[in-house]
T-cell receptor, first 116, second 109 residues
């Protein structure tokens, strides 16, 4: 149990376009979902925390107008990178909490974004 | 501030035992996690400790001392596939995960 999926696994886009990444909890209801970004050889950086039906809470330094998060249901959260630029190229990972152990977070497989 | 320290890199030999340490200073404590992350992949859950002591799960064990703000992950009978980064993370008083920078473990034949 406690499976989280992400789509797409990887995406290449042109500078200036927007990219949407989906995160789904497949076998449990995720009361909270987290979005992380990870640059090569660095640790995870929390971007934002979202609770179903409410606005996401963004970490300091993360532009909420650039990284749009929608947590529309207990099983789905989306991250939209608007007007993407090459510096947004990164590994984006979502995680969800609310499964067997409320304290545990279960990670999606990640989305590799490359902006040309 | 909140801080989690773990070694940047460790090297060990196949078949041996390695211990990866993690010390933390956080605002509140609701448990400590260890995750394994292979290059290019998302982290996978290894262990969760909220009480003092040793938790054993197959070849992997995790220890916690809350009074010392200290944990370690012990890997036995090392295999080449154990080469990965190992991330220590603490759940703080707001139930936010505070992440360490990770320890890259290199296994040599």
């Amino acid at each position: 149990g406690a499976v989280v999926s992400q789509h797409p696994s990887w995406v290449i886009c042109k500078s200036g376009t927007s990219v949407k990444i989906e995160c789904r909890s497949l076998d449990f209801q995720a009361t909270t979902m987290f979005w992380y970004r990870q640059f090569p050889k660095q640790s995870l950086m929390l971007m934002a925390t979202s609770n179903e039906g409410s606005k996401a809470t963004y970490e300091q330094g993360v532009e909420k107008d650039k990284f749009l998060i929608n947590h529309a249901s207990l099983t789905l959260s989306t991250l939209t990178v608007t007007s993407a630029h090459p510096e947004d190229s990164s590994f984006y990972i979502c995680s969800a909490r609310g499964g067997l152990a409320a304290e545990s977070q279960y990670f999606g497989p990640g989305t590799r974004l490359t902006v040309l | 501030g909140q801080n989690i320290d773990q070694p940047t890199e460790m090297t060990a030999t196949e078949g041996a035992i390695v211990q990866i340490n993690c010390t933390y200073q956080t605002s509140g404590f609701n448990g400590l996690f260890w995750y394994q992350q292979h290059a290019g992949e998302a982290p996978t859950f290894l262990s969760y400790n909220v009480l003092d002591g040793l938790e054993e799960k197959g070849r992997f064990s995790s220890f916690l001392s809350r009074s010392k703000g200290y944990s370690y992950l012990l890997l036995k009978e090392l295999q080449m596939k154990d080469s990965a980064s190992y991330l220590c993370a603490v759940l703080d008083s707001n139930y936010q995960l505070i992440w360490g920078a990770g320890t890259k473990l290199i296994i040599k034949p």
